[in-house]
């Protein structure tokens, strides 16, 4: 069984730019949550999508967005890119909602860097 | 802020040895977990025990989970070098539908 898949693995974007980040969680796992790692904050929740539908968000600014689709890849999207925003993006999927099914198989994560 | 957190001092310790570190968390929670992450990658499941459990095995692994102190402690017994990571504990955050990370917690198994 393949596991959660994320791409790109890594990307350099400038300030002010937007990204797409990519998401394929396990295959009959409809739910997928995105984390963002720094070494200053550590992991912090972004938003939980099942069902196409965002079940939960974290703190975070309206400039991180997100959605899923039918077939349950997600895709998290950042506009205006700051410098803050460098960190390793990961993505864990999950059978279903993460208060019914916590256990979370993460992806290998995406590494943006912002200049 | 996070839920969880370690005892935040890193372990360097010979292979052979056991490695023990420390989480805790402020809230109740349902459910509590064990991650691993190798050099800044993905992170693995390692182990989940309930709120209604104390202690839980799975391999070289041992978790015990105290409620009342709201505290939780993974064992790692007989380390190899390919346990070299960083450890994070989970919680679920009192039942928010989200995980709940703590900083995390370096090992370092010599060889």
């Known amino acids: 069984k393949a596991g959660v898949t994320q791409t790109p693995r890594y990307l350099i974007k400038t300030r002010g730019q937007q990204v797409t980040l990519s998401c394929s969680p396990i295959s009959g796992h409809r739910s997928v949550s995105w984390y963002q790692q720094t070494p200053g904050q550590g992991l912090q929740f972004l938003f939980e999508y099942f069902s196409e539908t965002q079940r939960n968000k974290g703190n975070f600014p309206g400039r991180f967005s997100g959605r899923q689709f039918s077939n349950s890849r997600s895709e998290m999207n950042v506009s205006t890119l700051e410098l803050g925003d460098s960190a390793l993006y990961l993505c864990?999927?999950?059978?279903?909602?993460?208060?019914?099914?916590?256990?979370?198989?993460f992806g290998q994560g995406t590494r943006l860097t912002v200049v | 802020s996070q839920q969880g957190e370690e005892d935040p001092q890193a372990l360097s310790i010979q292979e052979g040895e056991n490695a023990t570190m420390n989480c805790s968390y402020k809230?109740?929670?349902?459910?509590l977990q064990w991650y691993r992450q190798n050099s800044g990658r993905g992170l693995v499941h390692l182990i989940l025990?309930?709120?209604?459990?104390r202690e839980k095995h799975s391999g070289r692994l041992r978790v015990t989970l105290d409620t009342s102190k709201k505290s939780s402690s993974l064992l790692i017994t007989a380390s190899r070098a390919a346990d070299t990571a960083s450890y994070f504990c989970a919680t679920d955050a009192n039942g928010n539908n989200r995980l709940a990370f703590g900083k995390g917690n370096q090992v370092v198994v010599i060889p």
């Open positions: 025990i309930r709120s209604n459990e």
């Open positions: 864990a999927s999950s059978l279903g909602p993460q208060g019914n099914f916590p256990e979370a198989f």
């Open positions: 809230t109740s929670i349902n459910n």
